[in-house]
């Protein structure tokens, strides 16, 4: 009798620990469209989308396109569990010869500790277009905030983030990014985010985690050619400062064209917003390929050209940065002499940051 007593004790006890075990590896999943969002410019018609479809008419079908990728797109919450999974869907699968899975369809997570954000885990891609991974596990219970930038060169069709069933998941009650504080980056590749080696090394994300601003990714990978219609969107942008990055892509003929007017645009429908005009990163090719190098010293002088008469004409609260300033000079900072690693991203973030801070008149 007392031996089944015992046995019966035994099977309760496990069963009781099967349950509890079970009831922490719970998995309740929310969606991201209920938390905070950041990195968006304005409303869009699909939530992950960078430019809604009435803003895009008159836009290049290149820029449409990249348009509907999620580079520089986040969601800010903050929960108790102990561990954080992601499902998302993507509207196709991507091979990229220059950028990581992880960069261009995969999820990169921070956590807000000791005031400022800190690199946690990654969601991994495979194989489709629907994901589900584990990001971080066996974490201690106390209340944390969390940041989860989308993919760079994707679109997010579905985002859910799940938690242990019994922990809580909410907005932030006070977000580690104000939407109050707006920078606005317009630009190529480089600003995109290519070819960083998750999506919150693209430097606009490192300038969003540097300043605690809203820093707004409008990077079109090959397409930043400061078209008009490009130059009349921008300038519907709420910000307290745009940053344009936009001189990789056009001939030095589109810019001697183009630039006056698409800045002397911007500037007269928000007068007194601050604008930073960046040359165009030096290819490290061009050190070498004498057409590349000649190209991209042509970009920078008619860009330089356009500044010096926008000084002359009394235009004002508008700033430059050079070449020599963004990356170095150990030609260390490419991955294919093009586009930035890690490295050179955080470069070019450390030479625009003094310069916006400068135009926003802060310390």
Known sequence: MKIAKHKLF??????????????QDSIRYVDAATLLM????????????????????GMPPAVINLSKQSAG?????????????????????????????????????????????????????GKGVNQNQLIVHHMDSSMKQFMLYL???????????????????????????????RVVVYGSSVVQGASASRPGMA???????????????LGFSGSAKMEPALATYLATVPADCYVLDCIPNPSPEQIRERSYS??????????????????????????????????????????????????????KNIYYITTDKLIGN?????????HLTDVGFMRI????LPVIKKALKEK
């Open 330 to 338: 150990d030609h260390e900072a490419t991955i294919d002499g093009i």
């Open 349 to 352: 973030a450390d030479a625009i």
């Open 73 to 125: 797109i986040a969601v800010l919450f903050e929960t108790n569990s102990t561990l954080i999974r992601a499902k998302w869907n993507l509207p196709k699968e991507v091979y990229m010869h220059n950028m990581t899975p992880i960069a261009h369809s995969g999820l990169d997570l921070y956590c807000m500790k000791d005031g400022k954000w800190q690199f946690v885990g990654v969601a991994r891609t």
């Open 10 to 23: 035994f099977t309760a006890a496990i069963l009781l620990m099967v349950h509890s075990v079970r009831s």
């Open 203 to 217: 430097y606009p994300a490192i300038l969003q985690r540097r300043t605690g601003y809203d820093v707004i990714n």
């Open 262 to 315: 698409f800045i002397k645009y911007l500037r007269e429908h928000q007068p007194t917003i601050p604008i930073i005009v960046v040359e165009t990163v030096f290819r490290q090719n061009g050190y070498w390929d004498q057409k590349v190098g000649k190209t991209v010293k042509e970009q920078n002088n008619e860009i330089r050209k356009t500044f010096e008469r926008l000084q002359k004409e009394g235009y």
């Open 151 to 181: 993919p760079l060169y994707n679109g997010v069709s579905e985002l859910q983030i799940g938690v242990q069933n019994n922990a809580v998941i909410q907005q932030p009650g006070k977000p580690g990014v104000n939407k109050a504080k």
């Open 38 to 57: 950041t990195g968006k410019a304005k409303t869009t018609d699909s939530i992950y989308q960078r430019i809604d479809t009435v803003d895009t008419k």
